[in-house]
């Protein structure tokens, strides 16, 4: 079955976007999974979970706030084990996942990009349709096995892949569970381990991260990660410095991983390696430095900066 291949992806040095660094930069290839992106892998975990709850119906309808990736992991989902499944989604994203989504046979519902005590914030919006249709909340910005699936699966690949050696993990943050998931497994195997957030100019989460304090609000393009309001499964205490990237950077970036290491990756990967990149130019690191790579360019082709 397609979900026995979800995780156990690459480990890749980056030797021509890491070169002159004074330790190894590694990128994780989160976007090789089957669905394309990292959460193939809570797609897998939540619904798992809730099965062994019991909370299930043959046939139910699983309903999520998604950007998309988590979508496209649940479409692979619901194809292998017979539910159905309707995606929220904010107007910010992509014409790509939405059309991907319809595709899959997933129900796509649009709302406006709405901060997040609105009405109409897509969150709010799951919720909603959850409680008034009786259908199946699969909540990866609450749900414990969202951590879970990273402390337990891809916290312990990436030691594995790393030799047991690690100098920094450097991730981005949408719902939190990678970052949290992974730095905690680390900070238990590894204590001197750095994790870093990775979070785009305009989020308030860098600094959250930082003072505990949300920083100011303003758009940005990077789709994915970084919000106003920190992701209730987000733990602040396992992150260790934060770098704010703004578009210009995290997309130039990831031009770079195309033209020069072939991963072919979207924006917030570009954004995790430029900050691990600014991380390493501090010299403070002995061991290598891990970036996330979250997903695959395809679901990105109809932006204006994939052709810059």
Not at 56 to 77: D, I, K, S, W
Request: glycine letters at 12%.
């Amino acid at each position: 079955m397609i979900l026995d291949h979800v995780g156990r992806t690459p480990l890749v040095p980056l030797r021509r976007v890491g070169a002159g660094l004074a330790v190894p930069l590694l990128a994780k290839c989160e976007h090789m999974n089957p669905g394309g992106s990292v959460k193939d892998r809570i797609a897998v975990a939540i619904v798992d979970d809730a099965e062994r709850r019991g909370v299930l119906r043959p046939g139910a309808t699983l309903v999520e706030a998604t950007a998309g990736n988590t979508g496209m992991g649940l479409a692979l989902v619901v194809a292998a084990r017979g539910y159905r499944l309707v995606c929220v989604m904010p107007e910010k994203m992509s014409m790509d996942k939405r059309t991907a989504l319809a595709a899959l046979g997933a129900e796509v519902v649009m709302t406006p990009n709405a901060p997040p005590d609105s009405p109409d914030n897509f969150q709010n919006v799951a919720r909603r349709l959850a409680r008034e249709r009786g259908w199946f909340l699969t909540d990866q910005f609450c749900n414990p096995a969202n951590v879970r699936a990273h402390e337990e699966g891809t916290g312990p690949e990436i030691l594995e892949q790393c030799g047991g050696k690690i100098g920094a993990f450097v991730a981005g943050a949408g719902t939190g569970g990678t970052i949290t998931g992974v730095g905690r497994f680390l900070k238990k195997r590894v204590p001197g381990a750095r994790i870093v957030l990775a979070d785009p100019v305009g989020s308030g989460l860098a600094r959250w991260a930082v003072e505990g304090v949300v920083g100011a609000d303003a758009p940005y393009a990077v789709e994915g990660i970084g919000t106003s309001k920190p992701p209730e499964i987000l733990d602040r205490t396992v992150i260790d410095a934060a770098e704010s990237i703004p578009d210009d950077e995290s997309f130039a970036i990831a031009r770079r991983l195309w033209r020069e290491e072939g991963l072919f990756v979207g924006g917030s990967a570009g954004t995790a390696v430029a900050a691990a990149l600014r991380f390493a130019a501090r010299g403070n690191i002995r061991d290598p430095i891990v970036a996330l790579l979250p997903d695959s360019w395809d679901r990105y082709l109809s932006l204006s900066w994939v052709r810059a």
